[in-house]
């Protein structure tokens, strides 16, 4: 009898992992982006470097900043309504000069965040994006690996994702 019971709650046991299991997978599944949505988000804003490694970079030093090129390769005009980071740590700017426009930062993360860029880029232009990123932003806490995004999202909810990556020491 003690062993009917035990094969029993065996049996019971390894059908709930399985079912769990299953459940996982199609919850990973459902999730995961299809080709088709991949396309329908891609930005048709373009940059030569979309990912920029800083090395390793020290405390010590002042803020650290990369400019990417955006350029709009369409034959129609693009409008970057929003520009935004990943964290509090990272900003940008968009164009050069006196048309220069930011900082834009993290959503919810000081008024930079809430400033929409409505910035055009012509049909053939270019713009510079250029991305500021303060290792001193986190204290103690933020030594080690970082990786920031940096998201131009256009006026058909379309974005371009530019990354920058840092070995942050003391």
């Known amino acids: 009898m003690k062993n009917t019971i035990k094969t029993i709650a065996i049996w019971v046991l390894v059908g709930g992992i399985f079912v769990g299991f299953l459940w996982m997978l199609s919850k990973s599944q459902a999730s995961s982006p299809t080709s088709k949505n991949l396309t329908e988000s891609a930005s048709q804003l373009t940059a030569a470097e979309m990912f920029y490694d800083f090395g390793t970079i020290s405390m010590a030093n002042v803020n650290v900043s990369k400019t990417f090129k955006v ?3 369409t034959t129609k005009d ?12 990272t900003t940008a700017y968009i164009g050069s000069g006196d048309s220069k426009k ?9 008024s930079s965040a809430l400033t929409k860029a409505n910035e055009k880029i012509g049909a053939g232009e270019s713009r510079d994006v ?3 990123f303060d290792p001193n932003a986190h204290g103690p806490a933020g ?8 998201y131009l999202t256009d006026a058909s909810g379309s974005t371009l994702q530019l990354e920058i990556k840092a070995e942050v020491t003391p």
């Open 102 to 110: 930011g900082p834009y930062g993290m959503p919810g993360h000081g």
């Open 130 to 132: 250029e991305v500021v």
């Open 143 to 150: 030594v080690g690996t970082i990786d920031r995004l940096i």
């Open 71 to 73: 350029s709009n390769s």
């Open 78 to 89: 693009i409008l970057v309504k929003e520009i935004s980071t990943s964290c509090m740590c």
